[in-house]
């Protein structure tokens, strides 16, 4: 089965300044999704960005890039120039390719608190 | 273009009682995912729905149930409640084959 493992319960950053949160992962498929969503105080999870397996060019989203590092299993989000509004939680999650038998399911680290510091 | 939608938006019931939960997938999604978020955690798998079946399920025991209708929208469905099943339930969509899956703003269960 597959886990990920979120090892910074809680962060801060100064706004303006770029943060870092780390996230590993434990899986014996060599094809499959990462994705970080965010969950501000409102609880609904928004997807913040995306990452194929199969693709070696990290992705970028304005202002969150990732660092993808398959053979160490690791998935890190960066957010540059933090802003106020980017306080909340960050969750990392995997999912399977899809094939009819195997399980569709998202599966989420225990999430990190991330504080924006005027 | 409509996001998933959940309802309620809270929910306050006693143990032993049973309670149904809704959501509506985003426009163009087939399946529906439903996950249980308790506070401080990271959200777990309950079940998925596609072609009004239950296709995956998580380890959630059988007083987890669901449903999925021919609009795609579907329920979630605990009996005999614990105090342990309070958290917040959240409904993801997508399609059968794509790989993103979007969130309700999920509904807030408190049993007594």
């Known amino acids: 089965a597959q886990t990920v493992t979120q090892s910074q319960p809680e962060m801060s950053v100064q706004e303006a300044e770029t943060v870092t949160l780390s996230c590993t992962y434990d899986?014996?498929?060599?094809?499959?999704?990462l994705f970080w969503y965010k969950q501000p105080p409102s609880r609904q999870m928004i997807l913040v960005i995306r990452?194929?397996?199969?693709?070696?060019q990290n992705a970028t989203e304005n202002r969150f890039s990732v660092n993808f590092q398959k053979a160490a299993k690791s998935f890190s989000l960066k957010i540059s120039d933090s802003q106020l509004g980017d306080a909340a939680m960050y969750f990392c999650a995997y999912r399977s390719v899809f094939t009819a038998r195997r399980a569709q399911k998202l599966v989420f680290g225990q999430g990190t608190r991330l504080t924006i510091n005027p | 273009d409509a996001g998933v939608t959940q309802s309620p938006t809270h929910l306050i019931k006693t143990r032993g009682q049973q309670v149904t939960l809704r959501c509506s997938p985003k426009s163009g999604h087939d399946t529906v995912s439903w996950y249980q978020q308790a506070l401080g955690q990271g959200p777990q798998f309950i079940f998925q729905?596609?072609?009004?079946?239950?296709?995956q399920r998580g380890n959630f025991p059988d007083r987890f149930s669901g449903h999925q209708f021919p609009n795609y929208s579907s329920e979630l469905n605990v009996n005999a409640l614990l105090l342990g099943d309070s958290a917040l339930y959240l409904c993801a969509s997508s399609t059968r084959t794509g790989y993103t899956q979007y969130f309700g703003p999920g509904t807030r269960l408190t049993v007594l």
């Open positions: 990452q194929e397996a199969y693709k070696q």
């Open positions: 729905y596609y072609e009004e079946e239950e296709r």
């Open positions: 899986t014996s498929e060599s094809d499959y999704y």
